[in-house]
């Protein structure tokens, strides 16, 4: 079964930004779309962004539209995801996951299967 390990976290000061990466460890030809989600202590688990390459899409939840960036690299299938801007409340470990959501599910943790093990990201001065 194929893995996914996150890259890019780290300790960043407000209004910074940052590079998460999400690389597969095998072929994800199976699947349809790469999501990023986040978890804040205390908080449940929450859908960030996702790009889905059959079915089409780009999706990104309010909190982080309008600074946020997620892109495809077809050479090797790794899922980047840019947010700028950052925020104390962004604060949270961020996981990248696979799945076949279809558009209703796209945003949800039940349309993907596969899961990384999350990058932390504070955000603090």
Same mark, same amino acid.
């Not at 407000?14 to 790469?34: D, E, K, Q, T």
């Not at 950052?86 to 596969?114: F, H, M, N, Q, W």
């Given at each position: 079964?194929?893995?996914?390990?996150?890259?890019?976290?780290?300790?960043?000061?407000?209004?910074?930004?940052?590079?998460?990466?999400?690389?597969?460890?095998?072929?994800?030809?199976?699947?349809?779309?790469?999501?990023?989600?986040?978890?804040?202590?205390?908080?449940?688990?929450?859908?960030?962004?996702?790009?889905?390459?059959?079915?089409?899409?780009? /999706? #990104?939840?309010?909190?982080? $539209?309008?600074?946020? *960036?997620?892109? @495809?690299?077809?050479?090797?299938?790794? !899922?980047?995801? &840019?947010?700028?801007?950052?925020?104390?409340?962004?604060?949270?470990? /961020? #996981?990248?996951?696979?799945? $076949?959501?279809?558009? *209703?599910?796209? @945003?949800?943790?039940?349309?993907?299967? !596969?899961?990384? &093990?999350?990058?932390?990201?504070?955000?603090?001065?």
């Amino acid at each position: 079964q194929v893995q996914l390990m996150e890259s890019g976290g780290g300790l960043v000061q407000p209004g910074g930004s940052l590079r998460l990466s999400c690389v597969p460890s095998g072929s994800i030809s199976s699947y349809n779309a790469i999501g990023w989600f986040r978890q804040a202590p205390g908080k449940e688990r929450e859908f960030v962004a996702a790009l889905r390459w059959r079915g089409g899409g780009i /999706y #990104y939840a309010d909190s982080v $539209r309008g600074r946020s *960036s997620i892109s @495809r690299d077809s050479s090797n299938s790794a !899922v980047t995801l &840019q947010i700028g801007g950052l925020k104390p409340e962004d604060t949270a470990v /961020y #996981y990248c996951a696979a799945g $076949r959501p279809i558009t *209703s599910t796209v @945003r949800t943790i039940g349309g993907y299967g !596969v899961w990384g &093990q999350g990058t932390q990201v504070t955000v603090s001065s």
